[in-house]
């Protein structure tokens, strides 16, 4: 007899193709059965994702910050809005192999927020028209012993990257270059920029950039990294495609594999959701 966990998967990857009904008689399993199971599926992926999530953050931490311990790691994690304890900042940190080095002290990482702005998407990453919702974000790449940012813009209509630039500062010129490539590329009068509550985004040059540009500003909830799940799964797809798949020694050689993933991104990776067309494609047969 097949496990019923493995019954319930099977019907998970046929119904796209079967009726829901005859796959659960089929299975000899309850209806209520399967959706319990679903959910507990998506309860895990969450977790998984706010995991994965909350290790990247801890490694670039300890990168800027290698004296950190795990007492002061929990105190950093939680100004960047990460509810958690000592303890598992503890277990992460082994597993991660990190401990702190002895050295001179420095400034406390991390600064407080100056501007907060409402959270205009509240999880709606649907856009009717293109340049209408964009997320920018930043994630930590490891090249050799030392360690870039890259910084990218996505426009919701479509997954399109519209902006990205790479630097060895986490700074706010890292978010403006990036901006700048966005508003070279399309017009952004009236669009929302969402994003999460990192410093860069909070800042008040940050502010009055976007109050010029005609740009709304919207937030995501602080230590809610579902609330910008689109660009964190494009930096997933990123990695995993990609930069855990290549060899590259210096930022000349990262920057030509990140551009040759992007555009492979935007014109040829076909998505689910784009009715199995790549951004580009998918932008421009609409417009058509």
Not at 135 to 158: E, H, K, M, R
Request: glycine share 4%.
């Amino acid at each position: 007899m097949i496990p019923k966990s493995r019954r319930f998967e099977i019907i998970n990857e046929l119904r796209g193709s079967y009726p829901i009904t005859w796959l659960i008689e089929i299975a000899q399993v309850s209806r209520s059965g399967y959706y319990k199971w679903l959910k507990s599926i998506s309860i895990r992926e969450d977790r998984q994702t706010k995991q994965r999530i909350l290790k990247s953050h801890i490694m670039a931490i300890h990168y800027t910050y290698p004296f950190y311990g795990y007492p002061r790691m929990e105190v950093a994690l939680k100004e960047e809005g990460f509810h958690i304890n000592h303890k598992k900042v503890y277990r992460l940190m082994k597993e991660l192999n990190i401990q702190a080095e002895i050295r001179k002290k420095r400034p406390f990482f991390g600064k407080k927020p100056s501007v907060i702005y409402s959270n205009l998407l509240n999880r709606n990453f649907k856009a009717l028209k293109p340049d209408q919702k964009y997320v920018p974000d930043i994630t930590y790449i490891q090249v050799g012993d030392s360690f870039y940012y890259l910084s990218a813009i996505l426009d919701l209509y479509n997954n399109e990257i519209l902006g990205w630039k790479i630097s060895k500062r986490n700074d706010l010129d890292l978010v403006l270059n990036t901006l700048d490539q966005l508003i070279q590329k399309r017009n952004v009068y009236g669009a929302i920029l969402h994003s999460d509550q990192g410093f860069q985004y909070t800042s008040k040059q940050y502010k009055k950039r976007l109050k010029n540009l005609g740009i709304q500003g919207s937030h995501s909830r602080k230590g809610n990294c579902l609330d910008n799940a689109c660009i964190e799964s494009f930096f997933s797809h990123l990695k995993t495609e990609k930069l855990y798949r290549s060899q590259f020694k210096t930022e000349e050689e990262l920057i030509q594999v990140i551009e040759e993933y992007i555009y492979l991104y935007n014109f040829k990776r076909f998505q689910k959701k784009l009715n199995q067309c790549a951004p580009v494609e998918y932008r421009i047969t609409l417009a058509a």
